[in-house]
């Protein structure tokens, strides 16, 4: 099955307040000052991320079909006129994506579905500059999410280096393990990404 949105809306109002993630943390720490390059993060939530790249000086476009991201990315907006751009769309018409530095997605990328993913994909390979940034938790075929049916896009190792062609690979992280989650404990087989696009 699908995730449906009000879920989403559920999972991102619980997650408004929390720390950084460590993987988005590093890709900050990597990218360096954002100094109005642009930076892209796709399935936003509540907008953490949002807010630390807009601290760091980047422009920010972000992307989330939950209606509900508006309203929390809201004061960010206004801390931070004319920077921050939200488009509420679902990933399968996300059709192009402004040219960016930094392309984020932390645990988001993997629930557009196979063929939307794919397309998805393309849009990020051409959106991400030279030099250009990507950090994101992609899904591996052992998730629990795959067994139970949830709808999303599994890889194996291969795959999800295979879609790093080309870019140098700062961080391939493979978790294979229970772990904690917004529904209790389950098994998470996640890679966790941060590539850069050659110069
Ligand atoms: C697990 S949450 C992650 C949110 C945030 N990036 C974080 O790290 O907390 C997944 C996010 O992706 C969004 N999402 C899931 N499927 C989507 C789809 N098909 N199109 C657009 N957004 C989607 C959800 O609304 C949700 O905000």
Redesign the pocket.
């Known amino acids: 099955m ?2 449906p ?1 009000d879920e ?2 559920e ?2 109002a619980s ?1 408004a307040v ?1 720390d950084l ?1 460590p993987l ?1 943390a590093r890709l900050l720490e990597l990218a360096g000052p954002g100094e109005g390059r642009t930076a892209v ?1 796709i ?4 907008g ?2 949002v807010a630390a790249m807009l601290a760091a000086g980047w422009r920010v476009h972000a ?4 209606a509900t ?1 508006a309203a929390h990315l809201a004061p960010l907006a206004e801390r931070h006129p004319g920077v921050l751009e939200f488009r509420h ?4 018409a996300v059709e192009e994506l402004p040219p960016a530095g930094l392309v984020h ?4 990328l993997p ?2 579905e196979p063929d ?1 993913f794919a397309r998805l994909w393309a849009v990020i390979r051409a959106a991400l500059e030279p030099g250009g940034w990507f950090g994101a938790h992609l899904f591996g075929v052992n998730d629990a999410g795959r067994a139970e049916g949830e709808v999303a896009t599994y890889l194996t190792r291969a795959e999800a280096l295979g879609l790093l062609d080309g870019w140098e690979v700062v961080q391939f992280e493979e978790e294979d393990a229970v772990g904690p989650s917004f529904v209790g404990p389950r098994h998470w087989h996640v890679f966790h990404v941060i590539a850069r696009r050659p110069g």
């Open positions: 699908t995730i949105f989403w809306a999972y991102n997650r929390r993630r988005s993060d399935g936003c939530g509540a953490v991320e992307v989330d079909g939950d991201v769309v679902e990933f399968g997605s932390s645990y988001a629930y557009a939307v």
